[in-house]
């Protein structure tokens, strides 16, 4: 089991960037998936990225087009989103996931953080 906890959501114009962090303690987090995921209001959880257990491959939502960047750094248990060229459409609470595969279904990550808002003023 994995626990997880975001921060570095906020408020930023449309065109600005954050840089989102996940902080995983347990055993598992280093042989583990983990994925960012969001949702909007009145919309379901979306997969936005996920990033295999030693980083070698990454996987993007199609909307994000160059966008975001997912990273980890197994030594000091963190994964990493980094958000660019924001705009109002991105406005969600973002969630990272742990789990076995670097999937987009939701379902398939059992551990899960409690979220970070970032908002997108125009």
């Known amino acids: 089991q994995v626990q997880l906890v975001e921060s570095g959501g906020g408020l930023v114009q449309a065109g600005g960037s954050l840089r989102l962090s996940c902080a995983a303690s347990g055993r598992t987090f280093s042989s583990s998936a983990m994925a960012w995921f969001r949702q909007a209001p009145r919309k379901e959880r979306e997969f936005v990225a996920s990033?295999?257990?030693?980083?070698?491959?990454?996987y993007y939502a199609t909307f994000v087009k160059g966008r975001f960047t997912i990273s980890r750094d197994n030594a000091k248990n963190t994964v990493y989103l980094q958000l660019n060229s924001l705009a109002p459409e991105d406005t969600a609470v973002y969630y990272c996931a742990a789990g076995p595969m670097p999937v987009a279904d939701v379902s398939r990550y059992g551990d899960w953080g409690q979220g970070t808002q970032v908002t997108v003023s125009s």
């Open positions: 990033v295999t257990w030693n980083g070698g491959n990454t």
